[in-house]
Nanobody
Framework: VQLQASGGGLVQAGGSLRVSCAAS????????MGWFRQAPGKEREFVAS????????YYADSVKGRFTISRDNAKNTVYLQMNNLRPEDTAIYYC??????????????WGQGTQVTVSS
């Protein structure tokens, strides 16, 4: 599975942004998908995940209620809608695919990342 993240950019605090991750291959619908982020000088952290069917989602406490993960298996794409953004959300956002895991340990495959910058 090859993953290509896009949609990052610069947004003011309180604003919204949606990042996308397009996957190659015909087996996308059999993979759990997730989003992680890494801020400068910090370790990569789990943000959200969604099961292969889309029926189960998990969120980090720091984004719960503000971010929504979704997927469109017909388009081989997973999305992360980010609302009420804060400066501390500034990071490179990476998508990940995993056949079996849906938590912080997931990550058989990784995308290249897309930069999200939130100004105060």
């Amino acid at each position: 599975v090859q993953l290509q993240a896009s949609g990052g950019g610069l947004v003011q605090a309180g604003g919204s942004l949606r990042v996308s991750c397009a996957a190659s291959g015909r087996t996308f619908s059999s993979y759990n998908m997730g989003w992680f982020r890494q801020a400068p000088g910090k370790e990569r952290e789990f943000v959200a995940s969604i099961s292969w069917s889309g029926s189960i989602t998990y969120y980090a406490d720091s984004v719960k209620g503000r971010f929504t993960i979704s997927r469109d298996n017909a388009k081989n794409t997973v999305y992360l809608q980010m609302n009420n953004l804060r400066p501390e959300d500034t990071a490179i956002y990476y998508c990940a695919a995993d056949k079996f895991r849906r938590d912080q340990s997931m990550g058989n495959y990784w995308g290249q990342g897309t930069q999200v910058t939130v100004s105060s």
